[in-house]
């Protein structure tokens, strides 16, 4: 069985899309640094309770576990413990049976797992560059179905046919 490692944010929720629009309303500078401090302070309960579920999501990824061809792990960045309890407990809601790995935004998904041959769904091209790097394999989830060079998909469940 392969690992297949799925991010949270812009994959499974809108958070990202959620919390991006309020650093807008608030005029957070665009420099990383900025967008770092922001995040640590972000209401993350408020985010969550405005964000909503990207495509069936939780169906899809159960769905994945099911087929029993993947050890599937939900590989989210987080910029707080209060941003990984909320994000776990919320996951817990909908999946039981998944593993959940916070990575402290500082710290490259690369860095947490074993990535050789290792299946990574991100939102974010370049983590899937880091990834692929890294001698994993890299799936870009965009609505748009834009794959900015890596294999897409707009609905989960579609890992099940891709692989």
Same mark, same amino acid.
Not at 38 to 66: H, M, P, R, Y
Not at 109 to 116: D, E, I, L
Not at 117 to 142: C, H, Q, S, T
């Given at each position: 069985?392969?690992?297949?490692?799925?991010?949270?944010?812009?994959?499974?929720?809108?958070?990202?899309?959620?919390?991006?629009?309020?650093?807008?309303?608030?005029?957070?500078?665009?420099?990383?640094?900025?967008?770092?401090?922001?995040?640590? $302070?972000?209401?993350?309960?408020?985010?969550?309770?405005?964000?909503?579920?990207?495509?069936?999501?939780?169906?899809?990824?159960?769905?994945?576990?099911?087929?029993?061809?993947? $050890?599937?792990?939900?590989?989210?960045?987080?910029?707080?413990?209060?941003?990984?309890?909320?994000?776990?407990?919320?996951?817990?809601?909908?999946?039981?049976?998944?593993?959940?790995?916070?990575?402290?935004?500082?710290?490259?998904?690369?860095?947490?797992?074993?990535?050789?041959?290792?299946?990574?769904?991100?939102?974010?091209?370049?983590?899937?560059?880091?990834?692929?790097?890294?001698?994993?394999?890299?799936?870009?989830?965009?609505?748009?179905?834009?794959?900015?060079?890596?294999?897409?998909?707009?609905?989960?469940?579609?890992?099940?046919?891709?692989?």
């Amino acid at each position: 069985m392969k690992n297949l490692y799925i991010d949270f944010d812009g994959v499974i929720y809108n958070s990202i899309e959620v919390s991006y629009k309020m650093a807008e309303e608030e005029k957070i500078n665009r420099d990383y640094e900025s967008y770092y401090q922001f995040f640590k $302070n972000l209401d993350w309960c408020g985010v969550l309770e405005e964000s909503t579920e990207i495509n069936d999501a939780f169906n899809c990824i159960q769905k994945i576990i099911d087929c029993s061809r993947f $050890n599937v792990f939900i590989l989210t960045h987080v910029v707080s413990l209060k941003e990984a309890e909320l994000k776990v407990k919320l996951i817990r809601e909908h999946l039981e049976d998944v593993t959940i790995i916070p990575v402290p935004k500082k710290i490259s998904k690369t860095k947490m797992v074993k990535v050789k041959d290792a299946i990574l769904v991100d939102d974010y091209p370049e983590n899937l560059r880091e990834w692929k790097e890294a001698g994993g394999i890299g799936v870009r989830f965009d609505l748009d179905m834009d794959g900015k060079g890596f294999p897409v998909i707009c609905k989960l469940d579609e890992l099940i046919e891709m692989f």
